[in-house]
């Protein structure tokens, strides 16, 4: 590997680990996987990071405290501190802040081929089957509820602006 500076890590896999030897910085990550964690930048920076799985979060230039769990989980995130990231997820189409794809406080589960099932925004939204978050709750797919509802509780039932329903119970 060719990790300039750093203490704490736990690196074992083929070319695992940051793969440049200028001005990288890695304290406290355990990298394990063929390509895990080889930042091919070199200025990278990261610290308290678990990376398991081949080629997990090899773009990462700076970040802490993040789980890349599962084959190119995060591999294209280059910024972004406490995500968990399960399965096959790249971060490909992650908001891009000063030319870098960035997450912060993101928890993806993804099945292995990186397709989104479950996304939880650093706000608290829940996008299931979308990373749609702009409500609290963002469900692409039907819906099904087998609460029987009391006769006190409230309970009502309309559309929004695109035609979609909305029950509010």
């Known amino acids: ?17 940051p793969t440049s030897a200028s001005n990288v910085a890695v304290n406290a990550n355990v990298i394990v996987g063929s390509s895990a964690g080889a ?5 990278s920076y990261y610290s308290y990071n678990t990376f398991v799985g081949y080629e997990s979060a090899t773009s990462l230039k700076k970040g802490s405290s993040n789980v890349f769990l599962g084959q190119s989980s995060g591999a294209l995130l280059h910024v972004g501190d406490n995500n968990v990231i399960i399965g096959g997820y790249n971060a490909d189409d992650a908001p891009t802040i000063g030319g870098n794809r960035t ?3 993101t928890i993806v589960l993804s099945d292995g081929e990186g397709t989104v ?3 939880i925004d650093s706000s608290g939204n829940v996008g ?3 990373q749609n978050t702009s409500n609290k709750l963002h469900v692409s797919g039907n819906i099904v509820s087998e609460i029987t509802a009391s006769k006190n509780a409230p309970s009502a039932a309309a559309t929004d602006s695109a035609g979609k329903g909305i029950m509010f119970i």
Do not use: Y
Not at 4 to 15: A, K, P, R, T, Y
């Open 128 to 130: 299931v089957g979308t």
């Open 103 to 105: 997450l912060n406080n």
């Open 1 to 17: 590997n060719g990790v300039l500076s750093g203490i704490e890590n736990v690196i074992i896999g083929n070319c695992a680990g």
């Open 39 to 43: 930042a091919s930048s070199t200025q």
């Open 117 to 119: 099932r479950m996304f």
